[in-house]
Protein backbone atom coordinates (compact mmCIF):
# COMPACT_ATOMS: atom_id res chain seq x y z
CA UNK A 1 0.00 0.00 0.00
CA UNK A 2 1.30 3.37 -0.90
CA UNK A 3 1.31 5.51 2.00
CA UNK A 4 -0.82 8.81 0.80
CA UNK A 5 1.36 11.40 2.83
CA UNK A 6 5.08 10.38 1.44
CA UNK A 7 3.68 8.64 -1.69
CA UNK A 8 6.18 5.59 -0.70
CA UNK A 9 5.29 2.25 -1.35
CA UNK A 10 6.17 -0.53 0.83
CA UNK A 11 6.30 -3.18 -0.90
CA UNK A 12 8.36 -5.75 0.61
CA UNK A 13 9.77 -5.87 4.59
CA UNK A 14 11.96 -2.75 4.12
CA UNK A 15 11.76 -1.98 0.37
CA UNK A 16 10.34 0.60 -0.62
CA UNK A 17 9.20 1.70 -3.94
CA UNK A 18 8.19 5.09 -5.28
CA UNK A 19 7.02 6.05 -8.53
CA UNK A 20 8.04 9.13 -10.12
CA UNK A 21 6.82 11.08 -13.15
CA UNK A 22 8.08 11.46 -15.55
CA UNK A 23 7.57 8.19 -17.47
CA UNK A 24 6.06 6.61 -14.22
CA UNK A 25 9.69 5.39 -13.09
CA UNK A 26 10.68 3.29 -10.38
CA UNK A 27 12.86 3.84 -7.66
CA UNK A 28 13.32 1.56 -4.96
CA UNK A 29 15.38 1.43 -1.80
CA UNK A 30 16.24 -1.49 0.07
CA UNK A 31 17.02 0.24 4.01
CA UNK A 32 19.75 -2.41 5.71
CA UNK A 33 21.11 -1.82 8.82
CA UNK A 34 24.89 -0.38 7.40
CA UNK A 35 22.44 2.53 4.97
CA UNK A 36 20.12 2.20 2.07
CA UNK A 37 20.61 0.96 -1.31
CA UNK A 38 18.71 2.62 -4.23
CA UNK A 39 17.84 1.36 -7.17
CA UNK A 40 17.81 3.53 -10.33
CA UNK A 41 17.67 7.42 -10.36
CA UNK A 42 15.15 9.04 -12.56
CA UNK A 43 16.33 11.12 -15.01
CA UNK A 44 17.93 13.85 -13.64
CA UNK A 45 20.15 15.92 -11.11
CA UNK A 46 17.29 18.26 -9.86
CA UNK A 47 14.62 15.00 -10.12
CA UNK A 48 17.79 12.90 -8.05
CA UNK A 49 18.12 15.83 -5.53
CA UNK A 50 14.34 15.82 -4.96
CA UNK A 51 14.29 12.24 -4.48
CA UNK A 52 17.37 12.21 -1.53
CA UNK A 53 14.65 14.67 0.43
CA UNK A 54 12.38 12.10 0.15
CA UNK A 55 14.24 9.20 0.87
CA UNK A 56 14.29 11.15 4.45
CA UNK A 57 10.73 10.23 4.72
CA UNK A 58 12.15 6.24 5.05
CA UNK A 59 15.18 6.48 7.21
CA UNK A 60 17.65 9.29 8.15
CA UNK A 61 20.41 6.26 7.16
CA UNK A 62 23.17 7.13 4.63
CA UNK A 63 22.87 6.18 0.83
CA UNK A 64 25.24 3.46 0.72
CA UNK A 65 24.61 1.94 -2.45
CA UNK A 66 23.14 2.35 -5.39
CA UNK A 67 22.06 -0.38 -8.32
CA UNK A 68 20.84 0.51 -11.98
CA UNK A 69 18.93 -2.07 -13.54
CA UNK A 70 20.10 -0.81 -17.04
CA UNK A 71 21.56 2.14 -19.18
CA UNK A 72 18.87 4.29 -19.91
CA UNK A 73 18.13 7.58 -19.04
CA UNK A 74 15.40 7.37 -16.86
CA UNK A 75 17.42 4.95 -14.93
CA UNK A 76 20.59 6.27 -14.57
CA UNK A 77 20.68 10.48 -14.92
CA UNK A 78 19.97 10.96 -11.20
CA UNK A 79 23.41 8.85 -10.15
CA UNK A 80 25.98 11.83 -9.67
CA UNK A 81 23.92 13.08 -6.49
CA UNK A 82 25.05 10.29 -5.09
CA UNK A 83 28.63 10.51 -6.05
CA UNK A 84 31.35 13.29 -5.24
CA UNK A 85 31.58 15.62 -4.75
CA UNK A 86 27.81 16.04 -3.70
CA UNK A 87 27.80 13.26 -1.72
CA UNK A 88 30.85 12.14 0.46
CA UNK A 89 31.77 9.61 1.70
CA UNK A 90 29.99 8.61 -2.04
CA UNK A 91 27.61 5.57 -2.47
CA UNK A 92 29.28 2.51 -4.23
CA UNK A 93 27.71 2.11 -7.87
CA UNK A 94 26.60 -1.24 -9.22
CA UNK A 95 26.00 -2.01 -13.19
CA UNK A 96 26.13 -4.88 -15.36
CA UNK A 97 29.09 -5.16 -17.89
CA UNK A 98 26.74 -4.56 -20.78
CA UNK A 99 24.78 -1.40 -19.37
CA UNK A 100 28.49 0.14 -18.08
CA UNK A 101 29.71 -0.08 -21.68
CA UNK A 102 26.55 0.85 -22.58
CA UNK A 103 26.76 4.13 -20.61
CA UNK A 104 31.08 4.64 -21.46
CA UNK A 105 29.56 4.80 -25.26
CA UNK A 106 26.23 7.14 -25.28
CA UNK A 107 27.66 10.04 -25.89
CA UNK A 108 29.11 8.86 -29.66
CA UNK A 109 25.55 6.61 -29.58
CA UNK A 110 23.39 8.08 -32.57
CA UNK A 111 20.13 7.05 -30.35
CA UNK A 112 21.78 8.88 -27.86
CA UNK A 113 21.66 12.51 -29.73
CA UNK A 114 18.66 11.94 -31.24
CA UNK A 115 17.05 11.35 -27.83
CA UNK A 116 18.70 14.68 -26.43
CA UNK A 117 17.31 16.55 -28.94
CA UNK A 118 13.95 15.53 -28.43
CA UNK A 119 13.99 16.30 -24.59
CA UNK A 120 15.49 19.63 -25.51
CA UNK A 121 13.23 20.25 -28.32
CA UNK A 122 10.46 19.35 -25.38
CA UNK A 123 10.12 22.09 -22.75
CA UNK A 124 12.51 24.82 -20.61
CA UNK A 125 12.19 22.16 -18.17
CA UNK A 126 14.31 19.32 -19.94
CA UNK A 127 16.54 22.28 -21.55
CA UNK A 128 17.71 22.91 -17.78
CA UNK A 129 18.21 19.20 -16.70
CA UNK A 130 20.18 18.70 -19.49
CA UNK A 131 22.65 21.43 -19.31
CA UNK A 132 23.40 20.01 -15.83
CA UNK A 133 23.67 16.51 -17.12
CA UNK A 134 26.92 14.54 -15.56
CA UNK A 135 26.96 11.04 -16.00
CA UNK A 136 27.95 8.58 -13.62
CA UNK A 137 28.89 5.26 -14.74
CA UNK A 138 29.32 2.34 -12.49
CA UNK A 139 32.29 1.42 -11.00
CA UNK A 140 31.66 -1.80 -10.06
CA UNK A 141 30.78 -4.01 -12.71
CA UNK A 142 28.47 -7.14 -12.02
CA UNK A 143 29.22 -9.79 -14.43
CA UNK A 144 26.46 -12.18 -14.05
CA UNK A 145 25.53 -11.83 -10.57
CA UNK A 146 26.59 -10.32 -7.25
CA UNK A 147 25.76 -10.60 -3.68
CA UNK A 148 25.67 -7.72 -1.06
CA UNK A 149 24.92 -7.33 2.34
CA UNK A 150 23.76 -4.71 3.31
CA UNK A 151 24.39 -5.68 7.61
CA UNK A 152 22.43 -8.02 9.86
CA UNK A 153 23.04 -10.54 7.14
CA UNK A 154 20.43 -8.51 4.93
CA UNK A 155 21.51 -10.11 1.28
CA UNK A 156 20.75 -8.68 -2.19
CA UNK A 157 21.25 -10.15 -4.84
CA UNK A 158 22.00 -9.05 -8.26
CA UNK A 159 21.44 -11.27 -11.40
CA UNK A 160 21.58 -10.98 -14.86
CA UNK A 161 19.15 -13.58 -15.77
CA UNK A 162 19.21 -13.19 -19.66
CA UNK A 163 18.61 -10.24 -21.94
CA UNK A 164 15.43 -8.63 -23.08
CA UNK A 165 14.59 -4.83 -22.57
CA UNK A 166 18.27 -4.64 -22.86
CA UNK A 167 21.21 -6.52 -23.19
CA UNK A 168 22.10 -5.58 -19.59
CA UNK A 169 19.14 -6.11 -17.39
CA UNK A 170 20.02 -6.57 -13.99
CA UNK A 171 17.55 -8.16 -11.66
CA UNK A 172 17.59 -7.77 -7.72
CA UNK A 173 16.75 -10.60 -5.76
CA UNK A 174 16.20 -9.82 -1.77
CA UNK A 175 15.53 -13.19 -0.22
CA UNK A 176 14.93 -12.45 2.57
CA UNK A 177 11.57 -10.22 2.08
CA UNK A 178 10.70 -12.33 -1.18
CA UNK A 179 10.80 -9.56 -3.51
CA UNK A 180 12.18 -9.08 -7.30
CA UNK A 181 13.00 -5.70 -8.44
CA UNK A 182 12.92 -6.21 -12.12
CA UNK A 183 13.65 -3.08 -13.83
CA UNK A 184 11.98 -2.68 -17.27
CA UNK A 185 12.23 -6.48 -17.90
CA UNK A 186 8.58 -6.33 -16.70
CA UNK A 187 5.91 -2.65 -16.74
CA UNK A 188 3.18 -3.17 -15.54
CA UNK A 189 1.79 0.72 -16.00
CA UNK A 190 2.46 0.05 -19.88
CA UNK A 191 3.08 -2.20 -22.44
CA UNK A 192 6.77 -3.72 -22.49
CA UNK A 193 9.14 -1.26 -24.18
CA UNK A 194 11.07 -2.85 -27.08
CA UNK A 195 13.69 -0.06 -27.80
CA UNK A 196 16.33 -0.69 -30.53
CA UNK A 197 19.01 -2.13 -28.33
CA UNK A 198 16.20 -4.95 -26.94
CA UNK A 199 16.50 -8.36 -26.97
CA UNK A 200 12.88 -9.58 -28.17
CA UNK A 201 13.71 -12.88 -28.96
CA UNK A 202 15.54 -14.23 -25.34
CA UNK A 203 12.91 -11.72 -23.53
CA UNK A 204 10.31 -14.32 -22.14
CA UNK A 205 13.11 -16.68 -21.42
CA UNK A 206 14.59 -14.10 -19.56
CA UNK A 207 11.22 -13.56 -17.42
CA UNK A 208 11.10 -17.55 -17.08
CA UNK A 209 14.42 -17.13 -15.42
CA UNK A 210 13.01 -14.67 -13.33
CA UNK A 211 10.34 -16.09 -12.23
CA UNK A 212 12.47 -19.40 -11.44
CA UNK A 213 13.90 -17.51 -8.48
CA UNK A 214 10.37 -16.81 -7.44
CA UNK A 215 8.39 -18.44 -4.53
CA UNK A 216 4.05 -18.50 -4.76
CA UNK A 217 4.32 -15.55 -2.88
CA UNK A 218 7.33 -13.23 -4.38
CA UNK A 219 6.52 -9.43 -5.13
CA UNK A 220 7.94 -8.13 -8.23
CA UNK A 221 8.54 -4.62 -8.82
CA UNK A 222 8.63 -3.59 -12.52
CA UNK A 223 10.81 -0.52 -13.72
CA UNK A 224 7.29 1.31 -14.87
CA UNK A 225 3.84 0.78 -12.34
CA UNK A 226 2.97 -0.77 -9.43
CA UNK A 227 4.09 -4.07 -7.64
CA UNK A 228 2.65 -7.41 -8.58
CA UNK A 229 2.86 -10.88 -8.58
CA UNK A 230 4.07 -14.14 -10.51
CA UNK A 231 0.87 -14.31 -12.63
CA UNK A 232 1.21 -11.41 -14.13
CA UNK A 233 4.63 -11.57 -14.92
CA UNK A 234 3.93 -14.98 -16.40
CA UNK A 235 0.93 -13.32 -18.64
CA UNK A 236 3.57 -10.77 -19.65
CA UNK A 237 5.86 -13.52 -20.18
CA UNK A 238 3.60 -15.42 -22.93
CA UNK A 239 2.88 -11.95 -24.52
CA UNK A 240 6.64 -11.49 -25.14
CA UNK A 241 6.63 -15.18 -26.23
CA UNK A 242 3.97 -14.92 -28.67
CA UNK A 243 5.53 -11.57 -30.49
CA UNK A 244 8.84 -13.18 -31.17
CA UNK A 245 6.68 -16.71 -32.00
CA UNK A 246 5.41 -14.36 -34.51
CA UNK A 247 8.50 -12.62 -35.71
CA UNK A 248 10.35 -15.72 -35.97
CA UNK A 249 7.27 -17.23 -38.17
CA UNK A 250 6.95 -13.87 -40.43
CA UNK A 251 10.25 -14.01 -40.68
CA UNK A 252 10.85 -17.89 -41.80
CA UNK A 253 7.42 -16.98 -44.38
CA UNK A 254 9.96 -14.31 -45.98
CA UNK A 255 7.65 -11.52 -44.96
CA UNK A 256 9.77 -8.16 -45.68
CA UNK A 257 10.47 -5.93 -42.40
CA UNK A 258 8.24 -3.59 -43.48
CA UNK A 259 5.31 -5.49 -43.92
CA UNK A 260 5.37 -7.54 -41.31
CA UNK A 261 4.00 -4.80 -38.74
CA UNK A 262 0.81 -4.92 -40.51
CA UNK A 263 0.60 -8.56 -41.24
CA UNK A 264 1.46 -10.06 -37.82
CA UNK A 265 -1.37 -10.73 -35.33
CA UNK A 266 0.57 -8.99 -32.39
CA UNK A 267 -0.56 -8.98 -28.38
CA UNK A 268 0.02 -4.85 -27.87
CA UNK A 269 -0.01 -1.86 -29.56
CA UNK A 270 1.68 -2.03 -33.24
CA UNK A 271 3.34 1.56 -32.64
CA UNK A 272 5.17 -0.34 -30.21
CA UNK A 273 6.42 -3.06 -32.33
CA UNK A 274 8.33 -1.52 -34.75
CA UNK A 275 12.20 -2.01 -33.04
CA UNK A 276 10.76 -5.47 -31.66
CA UNK A 277 10.51 -6.44 -35.14
CA UNK A 278 13.78 -4.63 -36.52
CA UNK A 279 15.36 -6.34 -33.80
CA UNK A 280 14.05 -9.88 -34.34
CA UNK A 281 15.00 -9.95 -38.21
CA UNK A 282 18.26 -8.33 -37.46
CA UNK A 283 18.67 -11.51 -34.90
CA UNK A 284 17.08 -14.22 -36.81
CA UNK A 285 19.08 -13.09 -40.54
CA UNK A 286 22.10 -12.78 -38.30
ZN1 LIG B 1 14.45 1.27 -20.01
Redesign the pocket.
Known sequence: MTDARTGWAEVADRVYQRRYDPYDVSVTVVAGADGLMVVDTRCSLAEARELRGHLRQISAAPVRWVVNT?D?F??VWGNAEFAAPRQTPPARFFGSAEMVAAMRGADDDPDMVTLKKALAAESEDWRAKLAELEQHVPENIVQGGHDLDLGDGRVVRMRQVGRG??GGDLVLHVPDADVLLM??LLEESGDP?F?PDSFPLDWAATLDAALALAGPATRFVP?HGASTDASFVTSQRDALAAVAATCRSLHAAGVPLDEALKTGDWPYDREHLEHAIKRAYLHLSA
Open positions: HHDHHTGDCGG
